[in-house]
Protein backbone atom coordinates (compact mmCIF):
# COMPACT_ATOMS: atom_id res chain seq x y z
CA UNK A 1 0.00 0.00 0.00
CA UNK A 2 2.68 2.61 1.14
CA UNK A 3 4.53 1.45 -2.08
CA UNK A 4 1.75 2.64 -4.62
CA UNK A 5 0.82 5.64 -2.43
CA UNK A 6 4.37 6.64 -3.44
CA UNK A 7 4.06 5.57 -7.19
CA UNK A 8 1.07 7.75 -7.22
CA UNK A 9 2.34 10.79 -5.62
CA UNK A 10 5.13 10.50 -7.98
CA UNK A 11 2.51 9.95 -11.18
CA UNK A 12 0.70 13.83 -9.48
CA UNK A 13 4.08 15.23 -9.43
CA UNK A 14 4.99 14.78 -12.92
CA UNK A 15 1.32 15.59 -14.42
CA UNK A 16 1.80 18.78 -12.03
CA UNK A 17 5.19 19.72 -13.60
CA UNK A 18 4.13 18.39 -17.39
CA UNK A 19 0.77 21.13 -16.59
CA UNK A 20 3.30 24.02 -15.52
CA UNK A 21 5.49 23.59 -18.18
CA UNK A 22 2.64 23.40 -20.47
CA UNK A 23 1.00 26.46 -19.07
CA UNK A 24 4.05 28.71 -19.53
CA UNK A 25 4.11 27.82 -22.95
CA UNK A 26 0.74 28.69 -23.64
CA UNK A 27 0.79 32.05 -21.93
CA UNK A 28 4.06 32.77 -24.07
CA UNK A 29 3.21 31.37 -27.13
CA UNK A 30 2.38 33.55 -30.36
CA UNK A 31 2.49 32.37 -34.30
CA UNK A 32 6.08 32.97 -35.76
CA UNK A 33 6.57 36.03 -37.31
CA UNK A 34 7.88 34.81 -40.68
CA UNK A 35 3.96 33.76 -41.37
CA UNK A 36 2.38 36.28 -39.75
CA UNK A 37 4.55 39.90 -39.76
CA UNK A 38 1.37 41.88 -38.62
CA UNK A 39 0.22 41.11 -34.95
CA UNK A 40 -1.57 42.80 -31.94
CA UNK A 41 -4.34 42.70 -28.88
CA UNK A 42 -7.81 43.11 -28.62
CA UNK A 43 -8.01 44.42 -25.10
CA UNK A 44 -11.28 45.81 -23.08
CA UNK A 45 -11.55 47.34 -19.39
CA UNK A 46 -10.90 44.04 -17.64
CA UNK A 47 -7.07 44.69 -18.40
CA UNK A 48 -6.99 47.33 -15.87
CA UNK A 49 -4.93 50.86 -16.82
CA UNK A 50 -2.39 49.22 -19.35
CA UNK A 51 1.68 50.44 -19.95
CA UNK A 52 1.02 51.23 -23.76
CA UNK A 53 4.54 51.99 -24.89
CA UNK A 54 6.05 48.66 -22.90
CA UNK A 55 3.16 46.76 -24.61
CA UNK A 56 4.39 48.01 -27.95
CA UNK A 57 8.16 46.85 -27.19
CA UNK A 58 6.76 43.60 -26.41
CA UNK A 59 5.62 43.36 -30.54
CA UNK A 60 2.55 44.88 -30.74
CA UNK A 61 1.88 46.16 -33.92
CA UNK A 62 -1.93 47.24 -33.35
CA UNK A 63 -4.65 46.79 -31.19
CA UNK A 64 -8.48 47.08 -31.08
CA UNK A 65 -10.25 48.45 -28.39
CA UNK A 66 -13.42 47.55 -26.85
CA UNK A 67 -15.85 51.01 -27.23
CA UNK A 68 -18.76 49.63 -26.88
CA UNK A 69 -21.20 46.33 -25.31
CA UNK A 70 -24.79 46.25 -26.63
CA UNK A 71 -26.57 49.39 -26.63
CA UNK A 72 -26.12 51.08 -22.98
CA UNK A 73 -22.78 50.05 -22.02
CA UNK A 74 -19.66 51.79 -22.96
CA UNK A 75 -16.08 50.89 -22.09
CA UNK A 76 -14.80 52.72 -18.81
CA UNK A 77 -11.28 52.67 -20.07
CA UNK A 78 -12.01 53.33 -23.88
CA UNK A 79 -10.67 57.16 -23.94
CA UNK A 80 -7.91 56.29 -21.89
CA UNK A 81 -6.50 53.07 -23.87
CA UNK A 82 -7.32 55.14 -27.17
CA UNK A 83 -5.01 58.13 -25.92
CA UNK A 84 -2.33 55.34 -24.35
CA UNK A 85 -1.86 53.43 -27.45
CA UNK A 86 -1.87 56.63 -30.22
CA UNK A 87 1.32 58.34 -28.02
CA UNK A 88 2.74 54.89 -28.26
CA UNK A 89 2.69 55.01 -32.02
CA UNK A 90 0.42 51.76 -32.05
CA UNK A 91 -2.06 51.51 -34.85
CA UNK A 92 -5.75 50.69 -33.21
CA UNK A 93 -9.39 50.62 -33.62
CA UNK A 94 -12.70 49.97 -32.05
CA UNK A 95 -14.68 46.93 -30.93
CA UNK A 96 -17.82 46.66 -30.85
CA UNK A 97 -19.89 43.71 -28.60
CA UNK A 98 -23.39 43.04 -30.57
CA UNK A 99 -26.22 41.98 -28.81
CA UNK A 100 -28.93 39.95 -30.09
CA UNK A 101 -31.17 41.17 -27.42
CA UNK A 102 -31.32 44.93 -28.60
CA UNK A 103 -31.80 47.42 -31.84
CA UNK A 104 -29.12 47.41 -34.15
CA UNK A 105 -29.79 51.52 -34.41
CA UNK A 106 -29.41 51.32 -30.38
CA UNK A 107 -26.33 49.73 -30.41
CA UNK A 108 -25.25 51.96 -33.48
CA UNK A 109 -26.18 54.83 -31.59
CA UNK A 110 -24.26 54.15 -28.78
CA UNK A 111 -21.14 53.08 -30.77
CA UNK A 112 -20.85 56.17 -32.78
CA UNK A 113 -21.53 58.53 -30.02
CA UNK A 114 -18.71 56.97 -28.31
CA UNK A 115 -16.14 56.44 -31.08
CA UNK A 116 -14.38 59.47 -32.49
CA UNK A 117 -14.48 59.40 -36.77
CA UNK A 118 -10.77 59.52 -37.49
CA UNK A 119 -8.55 58.83 -40.20
CA UNK A 120 -5.71 57.26 -38.76
CA UNK A 121 -8.17 54.78 -36.66
CA UNK A 122 -8.37 50.78 -38.55
CA UNK A 123 -11.72 49.59 -39.67
CA UNK A 124 -14.26 49.16 -36.61
CA UNK A 125 -14.90 45.01 -35.53
CA UNK A 126 -18.13 44.12 -34.74
CA UNK A 127 -18.05 41.02 -32.36
CA UNK A 128 -20.68 38.17 -32.94
CA UNK A 129 -20.72 35.70 -30.04
CA UNK A 130 -23.25 34.45 -27.84
CA UNK A 131 -23.87 36.38 -24.35
CA UNK A 132 -24.90 34.62 -21.57
CA UNK A 133 -26.84 37.80 -20.70
CA UNK A 134 -29.31 37.45 -23.58
CA UNK A 135 -31.00 34.68 -24.26
CA UNK A 136 -32.80 35.56 -27.40
CA UNK A 137 -32.22 33.73 -30.62
CA UNK A 138 -34.23 35.24 -33.58
CA UNK A 139 -34.38 33.85 -37.09
CA UNK A 140 -31.36 34.17 -39.19
CA UNK A 141 -33.05 36.66 -41.92
CA UNK A 142 -33.71 38.94 -39.03
CA UNK A 143 -30.76 38.68 -37.74
CA UNK A 144 -29.05 39.59 -41.35
CA UNK A 145 -31.14 42.42 -41.69
CA UNK A 146 -30.21 44.16 -38.40
CA UNK A 147 -26.45 43.62 -38.58
CA UNK A 148 -26.72 44.89 -42.18
CA UNK A 149 -28.85 47.93 -40.43
CA UNK A 150 -25.54 48.47 -37.73
CA UNK A 151 -23.45 47.95 -39.92
CA UNK A 152 -24.44 50.79 -42.02
CA UNK A 153 -24.82 53.81 -39.61
CA UNK A 154 -21.32 52.48 -38.21
CA UNK A 155 -19.39 52.75 -41.51
CA UNK A 156 -21.49 55.86 -42.61
CA UNK A 157 -19.81 57.46 -39.28
CA UNK A 158 -16.16 55.91 -39.64
CA UNK A 159 -15.94 55.99 -43.22
CA UNK A 160 -14.73 52.67 -43.70
CA UNK A 161 -15.89 48.93 -43.70
CA UNK A 162 -16.20 47.06 -40.96
CA UNK A 163 -14.72 43.68 -39.98
CA UNK A 164 -16.87 41.07 -38.57
CA UNK A 165 -15.40 39.12 -35.22
CA UNK A 166 -17.47 35.80 -35.10
CA UNK A 167 -16.97 32.85 -32.62
CA UNK A 168 -17.57 29.60 -33.86
CA UNK A 169 -20.93 28.96 -32.16
CA UNK A 170 -22.46 31.99 -33.83
CA UNK A 171 -20.92 31.04 -37.17
CA UNK A 172 -22.51 27.59 -36.93
CA UNK A 173 -25.67 28.81 -36.09
CA UNK A 174 -26.20 31.69 -38.00
CA UNK A 175 -23.77 31.15 -41.19
CA UNK A 176 -23.01 34.76 -41.00
CA UNK A 177 -19.86 34.67 -43.42
CA UNK A 178 -22.37 33.80 -46.47
CA UNK A 179 -25.04 36.08 -45.57
CA UNK A 180 -22.75 39.69 -45.15
CA UNK A 181 -20.26 40.75 -47.42
CA UNK A 182 -17.51 41.70 -45.23
CA UNK A 183 -14.05 40.76 -44.15
CA UNK A 184 -13.36 38.50 -41.44
CA UNK A 185 -12.09 38.07 -37.97
CA UNK A 186 -12.28 34.14 -36.87
CA UNK A 187 -11.30 32.63 -33.60
CA UNK A 188 -9.10 29.57 -32.95
CA UNK A 189 -6.05 28.64 -29.86
CA UNK A 190 -2.95 27.97 -31.44
CA UNK A 191 -4.53 26.69 -34.94
CA UNK A 192 -5.65 28.35 -37.63
CA UNK A 193 -9.65 28.50 -38.40
CA UNK A 194 -11.37 27.17 -41.35
CA UNK A 195 -15.41 27.24 -39.75
CA UNK A 196 -16.49 30.25 -41.87
CA UNK A 197 -17.32 30.09 -45.97
CA UNK A 198 -14.95 32.85 -46.57
CA UNK A 199 -11.00 33.02 -45.61
CA UNK A 200 -10.30 35.02 -42.51
CA UNK A 201 -8.29 37.97 -42.80
CA UNK A 202 -7.50 38.23 -38.84
CA UNK A 203 -6.83 35.48 -36.39
CA UNK A 204 -7.50 35.72 -32.83
CA UNK A 205 -4.66 33.34 -32.28
CA UNK A 206 -4.62 32.94 -28.49
CA UNK A 207 -6.66 34.26 -25.64
CA UNK A 208 -4.41 32.99 -22.89
CA UNK A 209 -1.21 34.62 -23.79
CA UNK A 210 0.54 36.98 -21.70
CA UNK A 211 2.79 40.12 -22.23
CA UNK A 212 4.35 43.10 -20.49
CA UNK A 213 2.42 45.92 -19.41
CA UNK A 214 -1.32 44.18 -20.04
CA UNK A 215 -2.37 42.80 -16.27
CA UNK A 216 -4.05 39.20 -17.53
CA UNK A 217 -3.90 37.02 -20.31
CA UNK A 218 -5.07 39.05 -23.70
CA UNK A 219 -6.30 38.17 -27.31
CA UNK A 220 -3.50 37.62 -29.70
CA UNK A 221 -4.27 38.60 -33.03
CA UNK A 222 -2.66 37.76 -36.65
CA UNK A 223 -3.12 39.26 -39.73
CA UNK A 224 -3.18 37.23 -42.73
CA UNK A 225 -0.14 38.18 -45.09
Given at each position: MRKNLISLAAICAALLVIAFILRNIAVGWAPPRDQYPVQGISVDESH????????????????????????????????????????AGIRYGALHNYSLCRLATDQATSFVTTVPRGDNMLPPAIRLAFDNGCGDRPGRALVLSELNTFLNQIESHSEKPAIIAVSREFEEMYNISSGIDRTFWLEANFFPPDYATK?????????????????????????RP
Open positions: GTIIWHVAGATGVDFAYIQATDGADRRDANFSANVEGAREPWVMWRASDMRRISGVDGPINWNVV
